[in-house]
Each structure stands twice: as structure tokens, then as C-alpha cells.
């Protein structure tokens, strides 16, 4: 059994920056993917971001340039640098991995104010 706990998110304004961290249980080295989506009021989740086990990357058209995704294998942790923030990028975050099944964190609120 994977847990996966966020944290990072909160309050900032238009334009300002935020690191959400979301740590694993275990060893992410063994996951086939680790990613982080989004949930706005009223909207479906979509994927952020993703790192796949060989380190490749991807992201949604709309958070290209300014976001980045990254992991620390040694402590077991995927960041999502988030910069230039917008308030259409207000939503909870959640943190994913897949191994064998797909596994979810609680979700972190970030707001963006205008």
C-alpha cells in the first residue's frame, strides 16, 4: 500500500509562486509514474504535470513554462514548482503514482487572488 501526503499549497497572489511536496511511503525509484493533476470547483481532474521512472517529463499545454516538475529520490518526494501563478490556476492538487494501481493523495488547496 502506497500513501502519498501533500502539502505546499495555501494563498498567494497573481503572478507569485508556490512548492508543493508530496512524499511517499516508498521508494519512488520502483514507480512507474508519479504526477500531479488538479480539480477546480465544478471541473473534471486534469493531469499538471508527470515524471515517468526514466525521468522524462510532461506537461499540460496550459502550465508549460511556468511550472516544473522534479523528485528527489533520495527522500522519496515529487515536487511541483509553481511560478508566474494565475487566479484560473486556483484548485486542489493532488499528488499520483502508479504502481501496478494508480494511488492518490488528499489534495492541497492552492487559491490564486487577483
Known amino acids: 500500500q502506497v500513501q502519498l501526503v501533500e502539502s505546499g499549497g495555501g494563498l498567494v497572489q497573481a503572478g507569485g509562486s508556490l512548492r508543493l511536496s508530496c512524499v511517499a511511503s516508498?521508494?519512488?525509484?520502483?514507480?512507474?509514474?508519479m504526477g500531479w493533476y488538479r480539480q477546480a470547483p465544478g471541473k473534471q481532474r486534469e493531469l499538471v504535470a508527470g515524471?515517468?521512472?526514466?525521468?522524462?517529463?510532461n506537461y499540460a499545454d496550459f502550465v508549460k513554462g511556468r511550472f516544473a516538475i522534479s523528485r528527489d529520490n533520495a527522500k522519496n518526494t515529487v515536487y511541483l514548482q509553481m511560478n508566474s501563478l494565475e487566479p484560473e490556476d486556483t484548485a486542489v492538487y493532488y499528488c499520483?503514482?502508479?504502481?501496478?494501481?494508480?494511488?492518490w493523495g488528499q489534495g492541497t488547496q492552492v487559491t490564486v487572488s487577483s
Open positions: 516508498g521508494s519512488i525509484i520502483s514507480f512507474d509514474a
Open positions: 515524471v515517468v521512472r526514466g525521468g522524462r517529463t
Open positions: 499520483n503514482a502508479v504502481l501496478n494501481r494508480v494511488y
